[in-house]
T-cell receptor, first 110, second 111 residues
């Protein structure tokens, strides 16, 4: 059974601080997706990384895929209240299924 | 463009009752999925479909059935609801493992 472990499970910080959340597995994935989910809504894709060592930036968010394609991190610079949400990672293992982590619940306090 | 639409959004069932959740997508996606989301457990795959007329079991299929008679629709049925099926249910669709598009979810409570 493939597992994706996300850490921390919960993070509450002040506006303006930096943070990093992690997504780790013992399995190799062909791709890794990061989603953000807001209360009462379905997850929405933020980014997909496919190459080992790949780094993608989305404004203040930086995503990195590990060299061995087993882990990933999401770094947020100068967090804002609008970044609040549940961050989910999903590993692409086959062409029909995604393996999901349990998520990191992020709260940014004004 | 509606994307993925789920109905109903909320439902309360008594133990033993049955119901069907409807998912409709207008993006011509081949793959469709039903997930349940429980606190601290992420998204768990119930059933999925790789095309019209085909379905397959996911991680937690017991107590659920599905049908995909039309490409745009994926139905999830609960034959005899149990309190353990209290959850938020999400439908999603995509092309061949690419970005998954989700509906807004159905919050189901079984009492």
């Amino acid at each position: 059974t493939q597992l994706l472990e996300q850490s921390p499970q919960f993070l509450s910080i002040q506006e303006g601080e930096n943070l990093t959340v992690y997504c780790n597995s013992s399995s190799v994935f062909s791709s890794l997706q990061w989603y953000r989910q807001e209360p009462g809504e379905g997850p929405v894709l933020l980014v997909t990384v496919v190459t080992g060592g790949e780094v993608k930036k989305l404004k203040r968010l930086t995503f990195q895929f590990g060299d061995a394609r087993k882990d990933s991190s999401l770094h947020i610079t100068a967090a804002q209240p609008g970044d609040t949400g549940l961050y989910l990672c999903a590993g692409g293992y086959s062409n029909y299924q995604l393996i999901w982590g349990a998520g990191t619940k992020l709260i940014i306090k004004p | 463009n509606a994307g993925v639409t789920q109905t109903p959004k909320f439902r309360v069932l008594k133990t033993g009752q049955s119901m069907t959740l409807l998912c409709a997508q207008d993006m011509n996606h081949e793959y469709m999925y039903w997930y349940r989301q429980d606190p601290g457990m992420g998204l768990r795959l119930i059933h999925y479909s790789v095309g019209e007329g085909t379905t397959a079991k996911g991680e937690v299929p017991d107590g659920y059935n599905v049908s995909r008679l039309k490409k745009q629709n994926f139905l999830l049925g609960l034959e005899s609801a149990a309190p353990s099926q209290t959850s938020v249910y999400f439908c999603a669709s995509n092309y061949y493992g690419t970005e998954a598009f989700f509906g807004q979810g159905t919050r189901l409570t079984v009492v």
